[in-house]
């Protein structure tokens, strides 16, 4: 029997060729399935999208509102009217976006905005509030405790008010006005004149 180097090396070629193309079938067949794969999985991508509303209303299973987002209306007040503060310096409150939080009864028992945050009581009346630098806890008939940067302001239900830090006296004979400094306590009656001081 005699061999063929010639037909051995032909053979050799051809299985090297058939081997080379097999891989890249194989390539071919993976990316086959791998191009529609991924284009299903970003099919599936959520798409960006904006709801826009003057007003979100979450209700519970009863119907009940227990939660508002809204954006609330330019109004002017006074202390006085928001903490019964013997204070009638008129204010303006922009609009904000405000969430508020009803109770079970549909009162509303807290409101958040861009610049702060107040709870009610179940009658309705402010109970606590923290914003814009000043944290007030308010009790019954006008009687509140307020912190702020510069003092610390407490009043009973007489209206009698104790101011521990910077305040401002006014001295009634002359009209003039007097600025305590933050080291100070001053007492005043129910009408808000001073009835002690220190220092």
């Known amino acids: 029997m005699t061999s063929n180097p010639a037909g051995l090396e032909i053979l050799q070629a051809r299985v090297v060729k058939l081997e080379q193309q097999n891989r890249r079938f194989k390539r071919l067949g993976v990316a086959a399935l791998i191009v529609p794969?991924?284009?299903?999985?970003?099919?599936?991508?959520?798409?960006?999208?904006?709801?826009?509303?003057?007003?979100?209303?979450?209700?519970?299973?009863?119907?009940?509102?227990r939660a508002r987002l809204f954006m609330t209306k330019e109004t002017t007040t006074t202390a006085k009217e928001l903490l019964g503060i013997d204070n009638s310096t008129p204010m303006t409150i922009p609009p904000a976006a405000t969430l508020a939080l009803y109770d079970n009864k549909g009162q509303v028992r807290a409101m958040l905005n861009d610049s702060d945050i107040a709870f009610e009581n179940a009658q309705g009346h402010l109970a606590g509030e923290l914003g814009n630098g000043t944290l007030t806890l308010a009790g019954e008939n006008n009687s509140f405790a307020m912190l702020s940067p510069y003092n610390l302001n407490l009043q009973d239900q007489d209206g009698f008010l104790a101011t521990l830090g910077v305040t401002n006296i006014v001295t009634p004979r002359t009209g003039q006005t007097q600025r305590t400094s933050a080291a100070s306590l001053v007492l005043f009656d129910k009408n808000k004149n001073v009835i002690w001081k220190a220092p």
């Not at 904006?50 to 007003?55: L, Y």
Request: charged letters at 25%.
């Open 37 to 65: 794969a991924l284009l299903l999985i970003l099919g599936q991508a959520p798409s960006k999208k904006t709801v826009e509303a003057n007003e979100f209303v979450l209700r519970d299973d009863g119907g009940n509102i």
